[in-house]
């Protein structure tokens, strides 16, 4: 079987660490980081890809009050770089590398965010 150290049997998404090196190889998502990321489209997503329903949905699940602004909108959709995505959605590739930005920019912030999408995903 291919990926058991990234993915359990079971189903349950490996924890990546704690640290920014157990997150991010430079610009890009380490390899469970990204399986984490995938994950994630994969339950809170459709197909291939995160909308921005999809996203404030996500949000509210981790404590947000409020959708996302229409210039934060603008802003994440800009990850797509001119992949193929549905409208108003981010393709998974593009949600990967929005995710590595939030890393980059706000590791702990996002650290606690995803210790509970990590909960949410392998329950």
């Known amino acids: ?3 058991v150290s990234v993915a359990t049997l ?3 998404v490996q924890w990546p660490g704690d640290t ?3 997150w991010l190889i430079g610009e890009s998502l380490t390899a469970p980081a990204l399986a984490l990321v995938t994950a994630v489209v994969q339950r809170y997503g459709s197909g291939d890809a995160m909308s921005i329903e999809h996203l404030n949905r996500l949000n509210r699940l981790l404590g947000a009050s409020e959708d996302l602004l229409p210039e934060d909108e ?3 959709l800009s990850f797509n770089h001119g992949r193929l995505a549905p409208p108003r959605a981010l393709c998974s590739a ?5 995710m590595a930005h939030e ?3 706000h590791f ?3 650290l606690s965010d995803f210790k509970i999408i990590h909960r949410l995903v392998s329950t």
């Open 74 to 76: 603008e802003e994440i």
């Open 108 to 110: 702990e912030e996002a």
């Open 20 to 22: 920014p090196n157990a």
């Open 94 to 98: 593009a949600y990967a590398d929005y």
């Open 103 to 105: 890393l980059r920019g």
């Open 10 to 12: 079971s189903g349950a």
């Open 1 to 3: 079987m291919k990926n």
